[in-house]
């Protein structure tokens, strides 16, 4: 069971995973003692929770996207708002037009 944590927790950050890790083991005991209110005696009640949980790649990618791409997209729209911003204000200089001398003709 704690390979199977250890393995669906692993493309989390160290200060997320801790948390993400007490919150899926709640989940298997109480997926566990539901099984075991359906009938199931104590090993075949682990094997149904952690069936329950899928396969723990599956469980990795999932919580992957969500604790790391929610950050990573705000991040891109804020670069993209800062480059647009500094696009916006930067200073442009006039295209250069060649220096031609005007030859006024004398009034006749």
């Known amino acids: 069971m704690s390979q199977a944590l250890r393995r669906a927790t692993a493309l989390l950050p160290c200060g997320v995973r801790e948390d993400v890790t007490a919150e899926l083991l709640a989940n298997l005991w109480q997926t566990r003692l539901d099984a075991e209110l359906?009938?199931?005696?104590?090993?075949?009640?682990?094997?149904?929770?952690?069936?329950?949980?899928?396969?723990?790649?599956?469980?990795?990618?999932?919580?992957?996207?969500?604790?790391?791409?929610?950050?990573?997209?705000?991040?891109?729209?804020?670069?993209?708002?800062?480059?647009?911003?500094?696009?916006?204000?930067?200073?442009q200089t006039p295209h250069q037009v060649p220096h031609t001398d005007i030859v006024q003709e004398a009034p006749r």
Not at 49 to 68: I, T
């Open 38 to 91: 359906r009938g199931l005696d104590e090993a075949a009640a682990w094997d149904t929770a952690l069936s329950d949980l899928g396969p723990p790649w599956h469980l990795a990618l999932g919580l992957a996207r969500v604790h790391l791409l929610a950050p990573l997209r705000r991040w891109l729209l804020v670069g993209v708002a800062l480059g647009g911003a500094a696009y916006a204000v930067q200073t």
